[in-house]
């Protein structure tokens, strides 16, 4: 699996390379935005900072998106406000993590993202009952509704909809919603990922006659149809 790193920061570019070697991962490296906008399409992946030299990070999906290329793209980054993370998302960026980070992490980001890349264009269409998920376009509609969702709701439901009928544990939503992102307020309540079901539910199934969330009482949250 070969990933392009596009990081200005010598540093951080090594410990990224290094690191995703042990994990099974080629690594390349592009210093700036221009070069990686380059080099994109040849990888299966890219990781890259927003303060890049040239062309920001920002910029680089939004070229790469407008030429039609679907390289996934995760942003790692200090730049961690919401603000930043919806801009970037909305930008047309995969996934979105914020540094200091784990390369454990980064790398279990980076297979569910290629994972999702390499599925027949056929099976880009995910449906649960009348919910239906096309990732390629991050849209979700349960019937003749298109879901609103936001970025955290939206990380939440496409967890569950890469494994329909399977639990996902809470430990799992806590990763991919926060990563180890521990010093943010909305970690230091308990409650905090049973608020973001909630609010995933208040979209997802509240509206509607058929719940299709479940609650595993002890184990987690599984999506399917009963």
């Known amino acids: 699996m070969v990933v392009l790193i596009a990081e200005p920061d010598e540093v951080d570019a090594r410990r990224m390379i290094e690191g995703l070697a042990l994990e099974g991962f080629l690594c390349e490296w592009a210093r700036t935005g221009h070069e990686a906008l380059a080099r994109a399409s040849a990888c299966e992946a890219l ?3 927003i303060a890049l030299p040239g062309l920001s990070g920002m ?23 919401p603000e930043h993370r919806v801009r970037g998302l909305e930008a ?3 996934d979105y993590l914020c540094k200091p980070f784990t390369l454990p992490e980064l ?5 569910a993202l290629i994972r999702r890349s390499r599925m027949p264009s056929r099976l880009r269409r995910v449906g649960v009952a009348d919910l239906l998920w096309e990732p390629d376009l ?5 019937g003749d509704h298109r879901l609103d969702l936001t970025p955290k709701e939206y990380t939440l439901l496409t967890l569950l909809l890469e494994r329909p009928g399977q639990v996902v544990s809470r430990d799992e939503m806590a990763l991919a919603l926060w990563g180890g992102e521990k010093h943010r307020p909305d970690l230091r309540s308990p409650n905090a ?19 299709l969330l479940h609650t595993q009482r002890g184990r987690g949250l599984v999506i399917e149809a009963r």
Not at 107 to 111: I, N, T, V
Not at 138 to 142: F, L
Request: a positive charge; glycine letters at 4%; charged letters at 35%.
């Open 47 to 49: 990781v890259t900072e």
């Open 107 to 111: 790398a279990a980001r980076l297979r």
């Open 59 to 81: 910029d680089l999906v939004g070229r790469l998106r407008e030429a039609a290329i679907t390289t996934p793209l995760i942003f790692v980054t200090a730049l961690c406000t």
């Open 92 to 94: 047309g960026a995969d």
């Open 138 to 142: 991050r849209r979700v509609h349960r």
């Open 193 to 211: 990922l049973d608020a973001q079901i909630r609010r995933l539910r208040a979209k997802v199934d509240d509206p509607f006659d058929r719940p």
